[in-house]
């Protein structure tokens, strides 16, 4: 999402006037490799780019095939595969043992329907998951749409654009169980005319939000390190007491009266870090009542146990469906012992809780890193 924003950024302050752009999507990702697919470049005509599709290893090819792009006022799909032997195929050495498509696609500026416009306006609306079907190959006869159009899809009746009920159709299921898993991947559909259709169906959730009980010190390097994550930070405090640090790098501080408010979603995780005893135990019966799937609480374990048995005893006893949402002592155990530390263990604990990983060793894992179907 940050890579997103960034591109956004980028393109709404170009000189459109004497400046051109194309904009290079990662939409196949077969075997490993550094990014997945949804990764995104942003290429300009005068060299510049922003974001990336790679380590680093393909974005000077990616370039040159980008300004191609723009010259032929064209898309074109490119085919990284790093699979094999051949000297003269960018990205073989690498060892990454993967075959990457790059859709390259021309920016029309004037038409508000080009695939920046198109992640723009999703940005612009309030949090929720996106879907956009990119088409990245087409044959046959296609007379409204075009390969590197974006679609956003909102319900069945967003695909009859393609004016080809049986690929609808089958688009249709696909975007379902896209959207049920919550995981991208590309496809391709054929017609009974030998028509053929190849598409990106992206599923584009909203980003982290890491709502911040407390406003001690430490919040400070938690609000840092995810901030450059990318991640929609809330403190929930009084305004006069942020420290001016904090208050500068995060997205919304809010009253503790208000917290009802602050809009929580499955992708929200909240952290009890006020460091007072009796303020954390009349906070997490509040937190409790939301539906964000994280709840953190700092400190050791006996002094949240002690909170739920207080609670308990006065008769608001915490739900057992519940306790698998509260994480405590929040955080991976790494050892973390600074304020910087503790701030990298907590992040990393809600990465791997929203990524339904463990947080041990890659070493260890017995399937590839990222998951293939």
């Known amino acids: 999402m940050k890579e997103i924003k960034a591109i956004i950024d980028g393109y709404d302050h170009l000189d459109k006037n004497t400046t051109q752009a194309a904009l290079a999507t990662v939409v196949r990702v077969e075997g490993s490799s550094y990014r997945r697919t949804g990764a995104r470049m942003l290429v300009m005509s005068d060299g510049v780019w922003i ?165 001690q010190y430490d919040v400070y390097p938690l609000t840092r390190l995810v901030r450059e994550m990318g991640w929609r930070i809330t403190v929930v405090a009084n305004p006069l007491k942020v420290n001016k640090r904090i208050a500068a790098m995060v997205d919304e501080i809010v009253q503790p009266e208000n917290f009802t408010d602050i809009l929580f979603d499955a992708h929200t995780a909240i952290v009890l870090m006020s460091h007072d005893y009796k303020t954390d135990k009349q906070n997490l019966p509040k937190v409790l009542a939301t539906n964000a799937p994280y709840i953190g609480m700092l400190g050791p374990r006996v002094r949240s146990e002690r909170i739920w048995a207080e609670l308990a005893e006065e008769g608001n006893p915490i739900a057992d469906e519940d306790f698998p949402r509260i994480h405590a002592p929040v955080g991976l155990d790494i050892g973390a012992v600074s304020p910087e530390e503790i701030a990298l263990s907590l992040a990393a604990e809600i990465r791997a809780s929203f990524s339904n990983r463990d947080g041990s060793y890659l070493r260890l894992r017995q399937s590839t890193i990222h998951v293939r179907e």
């Open 51 to 215: 974001g990336g599709i790679s380590g680093g290893c393909l974005e000077g090819d990616a370039l040159k095939r980008a300004r191609l792009a723009i010259a032929k006022a064209s898309p074109s799909k490119i085919t990284y595969d790093t699979t094999t032997d051949d000297e003269h195929q960018i990205g073989v050495g690498l060892g990454c043992n993967g075959i990457i498509d790059v859709l390259f696609t021309p920016l029309d500026f004037t038409d508000s329907t080009n695939p920046v416009e198109v992640l723009k306006r999703c940005m612009n609306e309030r949090r929720q998951t996106h879907v956009l079907l990119t088409i990245t190959g087409l044959k046959g006869n296609w007379p409204t749409v075009s390969e590197g159009d974006v679609i956003r899809y909102t319900d069945s009746t967003s695909l009859t654009v393609l004016e080809n009920r049986a690929i609808q159709s089958q688009l249709d299921e696909k975007i379902q169980a896209r959207m049920a898993k919550g995981v991208s991947a590309p496809y391709r559909f054929e017609g009974p005319d030998g028509e053929v259709l190849e598409a990106f169906i992206e599923i584009l959730a909203p980003e982290t939000h890491l709502v911040l009980w407390g406003h």
